[in-house]
């Protein structure tokens, strides 16, 4: 059984390492959204319990349902911050993943080049020997046909 090429293997594993940074960008894009998703309800649900608030001050609110609901802002902010710091962080993992698969990608296309040009040089060594036996064959036939007319005058 011949042995594997060093180069073929290289790529073989270059490839499932862009196959594993692909997944784990998939990963880290999907948390992002998920993060990004529940950021937005955040806000949404703040602007309409802060209009709900202005409503009811507009209308007449008793102190302790003042307070009630500023604590509850309150408490939605720090949720909201929370929630910032996790959606940045999923971002910057996103990134981090993008690159790295762009990393892993133009590892396993260098080693995809090697091969090419492997093969490449393989086929040049291969047309000149080709060429160097047709040039040799066409030069013993000119001698001996040379010879055979060369014989008959």
Same mark, same amino acid.
């Given at each position: 059984?011949?042995r594997?090429?060093?180069? =073929?293997?290289?790529?073989?594993? #270059?490839?499932?390492?862009?196959?594993?940074?692909?997944?784990?960008?998939?990963? !880290?894009?999907?948390?992002?959204?998920?993060? $990004?998703?529940?950021?937005?309800l955040?806000?949404?649900y703040?602007?309409?319990?802060?209009?709900k608030?202005?409503?009811?001050?507009?209308?007449?609110? #008793?102190t !302790?349902s003042?307070r009630?609901?500023? $604590?509850?802002?309150?408490?939605?902010? =720090?949720?909201?911050?929370?929630?910032?710091s996790?959606?940045?962080?999923? $971002?910057? @993992?996103?990134?981090s993943?993008r690159?790295?698969?762009?990393?892993?990608?133009?590892?396993?296309?260098s080693? =995809?080049?090697?091969?090419?040009?492997?093969? @490449? @040089?393989? !086929?040049? =060594?291969?047309?000149?020997?080709?060429q160097?036996?047709?040039?040799?064959?066409?030069?013993?036939?000119t001698?001996?046909? !040379?010879q055979?007319?060369g014989?008959?005058?």
């Amino acid at each position: 059984m011949k042995r594997p090429d060093a180069l =073929v293997m290289l790529i073989e594993l #270059s490839e499932k390492a862009s196959d594993e940074r692909a997944r784990s960008l998939g990963n !880290a894009l999907r948390r992002e959204a998920s993060d $990004q998703k529940r950021l937005q309800l955040l806000l949404d649900y703040r602007g309409e319990y802060l209009d709900k608030y202005q409503k009811l001050c507009g209308a007449g609110i #008793s102190t !302790a349902s003042m307070r009630n609901f500023q $604590q509850f802002l309150s408490k939605l902010d =720090v949720a909201i911050a929370q929630q910032t710091s996790a959606h940045s962080h999923s $971002q910057t @993992a996103a990134e981090s993943a993008r690159a790295a698969l762009q990393d892993a990608e133009r590892k396993r296309q260098s080693f =995809v080049v090697l091969r090419d040009r492997k093969f @490449a @040089a393989a !086929a040049t =060594v291969t047309a000149r020997k080709e060429q160097k036996q047709h040039d040799e064959w066409a030069i013993q036939r000119t001698r001996g046909t !040379a010879q055979l007319s060369g014989g008959l005058d």
